[in-house]
């Protein structure tokens, strides 16, 4: 396997109202390997998403480094880790453009981390492949090509941030708590779906989730963080081993 | 004077074009808007005044007020300014730099060469008319084009949701900088159309123009629900034209045109308020069809 991207003592910390300083992350060191798919668990506070949003840059770290493939990339912006990094949000409505159709949307993804020069944005020669797309996910989507996202359900919403996100196979998959807004049966049915996407593609991910049976049943690795450290940190045999009840209880002792 | 309000709600329109490319796509208020119209005015007339004949004046123009977006852009953008704050700034600065370029508080065009020109075999306001359709159908073509480019969808995105723009690796910070110098360029050219056509520039001929161009979008959206982009322009014109005839209709009243504002401000407030005043007529109408029965 090969390193994809390694954290290296990476702290966060912000100061809040009285100006004392609060440390989110706290000395993290985490190596990501190529075609790791690791769950991410956590009670509230304990750093989950400031991981996320470390790795993704939307938030520049107070120390440490950040290293892709061997290259330093602490301080690139957002836009231009995109070319890597792609994220999927807990509420339908931060993924997708809504007054925008579902085809513009997909147009978007596609020119992930690329040019978007003065050219005409070719949107027919794509409509077919889109399609094609939609329809495999199987709640019809494929119906709505020309249906501003705003009107569409979270359900379709959130599968179609997931398609957008995946569309151009980036090198890191972000889901955070990407089926947390959804009902039962739509949240279960984008698990599959991202599951079944994410072993097609060969994707290297990281998801969050509170669902513990999720974090059991997917992935090949499992990580467990408190107060902004990581506590824990399971490889695929260790994880295998695990059951139910050994998670309650490390959630207990928290 | 009917002819003639029809002509200035054309060239209305164009500034009511260019708020929109801001205001409404990208979703926030620009009023470096009050400082580029006078600049375009006061660009176009110097020019003319010193030699340059109509078409290049007004092309400067142009290029002044688009220097003026982006210097709000560059403060809102790089500075951390926050935007309404940054337009103000540039909004004022301008002042001192339509001073420098005027070398007066106001600078007539009497006997001077203006864009109409080319067509004066038209009866009175129809050289306004034509010059304003033509104007209107080159803004209106080249964003139509603009927004259906990448770079174009790109900054629809951005206006839309920022936070998913910025993870598809859209540069959002451009994309405003490119929004505000497209916006102020297109209402430097309504200015600078607009003091051709009334024969002269001033200082302080921007103040309040922010309500005109916001009345034409929101009659238009009031009287057009769920169009599309193209056809949203479009209806601009409709609502710049409307707007001036409705201005002309207060005039005709009776009413002080020294106290125009007022009614500019109250038109645009009452179009405004239009979903809750329906909203407050038609709980009215349903109890009294359910006092009834």
Redesign the interface.
Known sequence: MKELLELKDVTKTIQNESDMNNTILDHVDLTIEQGDFITVLGGNGAGKSTLFNSISGSLSVTSGQLAYKGKNVTHWSEEKRARFVGRVFQDPKMGTAPRMTVEENLLLALKRGKKRPFLPRKLKENRKDFEKLCASVGNGLEDHLDTPTGHLSGGQRQSLSLLMTTLTKPDLLLLDEHTAALDPKTSKRLMTLTNQMIQEKDLTCLMITHRMEDALTYGNRLILMENGKIKLDLNEEEKNKLTLEDLFILFENE | MFISAIAQGFLWTILGIGIFTTYRILKFPDLTVEGSFPLGAAVAVTAIVSGIPPFPATLLAILAGMGAGLVTGLLYTKGKIPVILSGILVMSGLHSVILFVMQRPNLSLLNYPKLYDVFTGLPNYFDVIVVGIIALVIVISVLL??F???????Y??TG??E??????????DNMKILGLVFANGITALSGALIAQDNGYADVNGGIGIIVIGLASIIIAEVLFKEVTLGERLITIIIGSVLYQLLLLAVIQLGFDTTYIRIFSSTILALFLMTPQLRKGLNLSKISKEEGQH
């Open positions: 084009f603009f259906y480019t990448s770079k174009g969808q790109a629809i995105a839309d949701n936070s998913m723009a910025r993870s598809l690796g859209i540069k959002t």
